[in-house]
């Protein structure tokens, strides 16, 4: 008796967020192809946990613009805290269907907040978030090897030790 090959079922489903995800959560995504689904936009609530934590008066202003991971990629930066997971505006986009929100220092001290919507990225931000080894140096990179789609996905690369953990 041969046993009949079965295509897996595509799952439309959604993990409710509330706060931020936790690995197991997005492992489950990736797993079944479902996406996260955060009810309530951040925006607003990231804003006000910016201005209302700020400790300087130059923290109360800015923040509010977002850096793209390809507009650094290869530079080290050391991430201070994960500031939120947003919806992704790209509803028919592959992925978690959200991204995470960053806010980092660059080497010469200028603090960004940096968009991430890499699974790589995200899981391994989430990652060191549960395991309280935030803030760490780390960089995005490509991959050196394509997707079977012929994309390059973007990949976190840690880079504590050589930055001297400082």
């Known amino acids: 008796m041969t046993r009949k090959e079965t295509t897996p079922a595509v799952i439309n489903a959604e993990i409710e967020i509330i706060g931020l995800p936790t690995s197991d959560q997005v492992r489950m995504a990736v797993q079944t192809g479902a996406k996260l689904y955060i009810p309530t936009p951040a925006t607003e609530v990231d804003i006000v946990n910016r201005v209302s934590s700020a400790t300087r008066a130059e923290d ?24 939120s997971m947003r919806p992704s505006e790209f509803a028919n986009s592959g992925g978690l269907g959200a991204y995470l929100v960053i806010r980092a220092a660059d080497v010469d001290g200028n603090i960004l907040s940096v968009a991430i919507g890499s699974v790589d990225g995200i899981i391994k931000l989430l990652k060191l978030h549960e395991l309280g080894a935030l803030p760490r140096w780390v960089a995005f990179e490509y991959a050196s090897k394509p997707t079977k789609a012929g994309n390059y996905p973007i990949n976190l690369i840690d880079r504590h030790a050589e930055m001297g953990g400082r």
Not at 68 to 77: A, H, N, R, T
């Open 60 to 83: 109360v202003f800015g923040g509010n613009e977002l850096t793209k991971v390809k507009e650094i990629l290869g530079s080290s930066l050391k991430v201070l805290e994960i500031e």
